[in-house]
């Protein structure tokens, strides 16, 4: 089988990155996004679903986390979305429900080639947990579902914690990226015979 790596530079007035992604990793890699939050949601994505995964963000983060947060998830849904390639063989498909703790979230996704988020956590759309403004999680979502081409379905079936709730997306989102990005088949999981 072919890799599925991407290697993205950014540089813009606002952000500098460098993002590298395995999709056939062990979970391997580091987080330096300039901000210990979104480090620790980067992190447990890696972990849960297992893709290598490296990000160094010099941003400017004395303004505040957003343009660090959209534009490393810009780049990590060009870093997908080259990785996949043409999607050939993958599973397409995925859903999964994740507690934490006293919350819930319902993630699911279609890697169509088409980019849409579907998102409905109240909770987050204000309020911080340490210095991140939780409302970044539905950008950052966004940004890396139209960059990668997902189609994502997110729905906080019970509130709490904005920390948990945050950590239960993030790992659904892990846990449905590994499952429809593996490689299960030799066909184009796609009637048209593409998907984009």
Do not use: W
Not at 58 to 67: L, N, P, Q
């Amino acid at each position: 089988m072919a890799q599925r790596t991407a290697e993205i530079k950014r540089k813009t007035a606002e952000t500098e990155i460098f993002l590298s992604l395995d999709l056939d990793g062990d979970g391997a890699g580091g987080m330096d996004s300039g901000i210990g939050f979104l480090n620790h949601m980067l992190e447990l994505f890696k972990v849960h679903s297992g893709i290598n995964l490296s990000v160094v963000c010099h941003g400017d983060t004395e303004v505040d986390a957003h343009h660090s947060a959209e534009d490393i998830a810009i780049v990590l849904g060009e870093a997908f979305r080259e990785a996949l390639g043409t999607r050939k063989g993958i599973e397409r498909f995925a859903d999964c429900v994740v507690p934490m703790d006293e919350t819930a979230a319902l993630v699911a996704v279609d890697l169509s080639g088409r980019g849409y988020l579907s998102y409905d956590c109240p909770e987050l759309s204000d309020g911080k947990c340490g210095d991140f403004d939780t409302e970044l999680v539905e950008e950052f979502l966004r940004a890396f579902c139209y960059r990668a081409g997902v189609n994502a379905y997110v729905k906080m079936l019970k509130g709490g914690n904005r920390h948990h709730q945050a950590e239960a997306v993030f790992k659904g989102l892990a846990r449905c990226m590994k499952k429809a990005a593996a490689v299960t088949s030799s066909r184009m999981p796609s009637s048209k015979g593409v998907l984009e």
